[in-house]
């Protein structure tokens, strides 16, 4: 994997809170509910098991959504948002067409389930009986959505309360002095508002790579904050200013050069908000770490008016026995990762100012071996306006597997799916993007917008995860270990 993806999820700059939500809803149409003789709707019995279900995961203390809808008491003053917010389908986050693909997390309401939110709301929003309350889910111990069998505390982070963090890196022996088959991750933010993303891989130790040590680079940038060529290419820094800093210590270096750990991918796991853990044990899965290796982790934190430190932390379950399917995260600019080859022109990507639909180069990922697809994360920035992943089977047939009609930047989603996908297929997978200034995340409608890593500039990664069998030959990589 290459730094341009590395840049593409460090940068998101993930704003919360402020989002006024702008939607054509599908459920405007729903019968207020007073004009139906509709039973009375009360909290206990017909609204908490809706927050259970597809609420309270975010909603409850210690998470990411901004209030509690663990009790009567706590939701109650939210009603007429909840409301608003289900209806717009602002909430929960989900943007995928369901049109199209089938996807085992999809948490989008059904309209009955809104219509019973609505129905709630125009009746004042009653409490009801608590006894008929569902009993409160037993949501884990210490905010983890795992039992981790190992977990790694990261470094103590201070985050001061104002001015811009830059995006860093950083190397941790992993945890494992066997090989290992890791089975599920998580990444466990100590303090959710201020971690705005955090992302990491396995690499294979180097005796270059400093452990411990944060490092960033200084990104050479035109007077209009176009990222400048170095090293002969647009789409990322290979040379220039590296900084660093120890952990647990202020003071930062200055040198000349490239940075170590800026070398591999470090996308293979992330925590983004609305980004659950990954679990390779419900589809008999895992990823393999041999003995040795580090963890390159990739921060990108955020002020947020009041000073913290975060103290994160990497849980993780193991098995001895490999699973039967090996996961194999696919990225990188090149996307040279088995068993896949992509293709996109991604250093042509010009926005022109205005533009209000503007396709960027379109990717195709070549399939190299039967593969399981087992997610799409497509990511772009504040301009992005659409994605769609097609798939063109060997004999030409083609299906659209996820169609994001509104991409939404502060959400970077995962449409977890299940599709059989041949030796010889091809995904193409097109972004658009709104330069224009109906779109209300749009910084400057009047610049042309390139590639690059900065949210102002652009870019359209089609990040898929697979599983293939453990054991297959991909690309002379034979991944029985
Ligand atoms: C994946 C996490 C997540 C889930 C699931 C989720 N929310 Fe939220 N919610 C958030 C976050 C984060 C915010 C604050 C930022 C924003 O508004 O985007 C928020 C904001 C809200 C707001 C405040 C909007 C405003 O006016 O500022 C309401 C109301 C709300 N959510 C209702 C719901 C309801 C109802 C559900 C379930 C049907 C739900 N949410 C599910 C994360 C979530």
Known sequence: MTKTLIMAVSLVLLTTGAAVRTTAPASAQALPAGQRAAPPVTFHKDVLPLLQKNCQSCHRPGQIGPFSMLTYKDARPWAKAMKQAVITRAMPPWFADPGYGHFNNDRSLKQADIDTIVAWVD???????????????????????????????????????????????????????????????????????????????????????????????????????NMQKVDGTTTGPLNGVVLSRTAGSTEVKRRIGRPEVFDEGTNEFCYLPGLPYEDYRPVHAGVFVPAGSDMIVSLHYTATGLAVTDKSRIGFTVTKTPPAKTFVPQDGAEGDNPPVARKQANASLAIP?????????????????????????????????????????????????????????????????????????????????????????????????????????????????????????????????
């Open 353 to 481: 100012p205005y533009a209000n639909d503007f396709p960027g180069p379109m990717a195709e990922v070549a399939f190299l071996k039967d593969v399981e697809l087992v997610w799409f994360r497509p990511h772009a920035h504040v301009r992005g306006k659409t994605v769609r992943y097609t798939l063109v089977y060997p004999d030409g047939r083609e299906e659209t597997l996820l169609y994001v009609p509104r991409y939404n930047f502060n959400w970077q989603l995962t449409y977890r799916t299940s599709v059989k996908i041949p030796k010889g297929a091809k995904m193409r997978v097109q972004f658009t993007y709104d330069n224009s200034t109906a779109n209300k995340y749009n910084p400057d409608p009047g610049r042309w917008v390139r590639y690059g890593g900065q949210s102002w500039e652009e870019m359209g990664t089609p990040n898929m995860g697979f599983l293939i069998d453990r054991g297959a030959d991909v690309n002379g990589v034979l991944l029985e270990r």
């Open 123 to 225: 009746q004042g929003a009653p409490e009801g009986d608590a006894h008929a309350a569902p009993p409160p889910i037993a949501w884990p111990e210490g905010g983890w959505q795992i039992a981790p069998d190992v977990s790694v505390d990261l470094p103590p982070y201070p985050v001061p309360a104002r001015g811009i963090v830059e995006w860093e890196r950083v190397a941790f022996p992993a945890p494992f002095k066997e090989d290992t088959w890791v089975t599920s991750v998580e990444i466990l933010p100590g303090v959710p508002a201020v971690v705005h993303h955090m992302c990491f891989g396995f690499q294979k130790h180097k005796e270059t790579t400093p452990y411990n040590e944060y490092q960033w680079m200084e990104v050479p940038r035109d007077e209009n904050g």
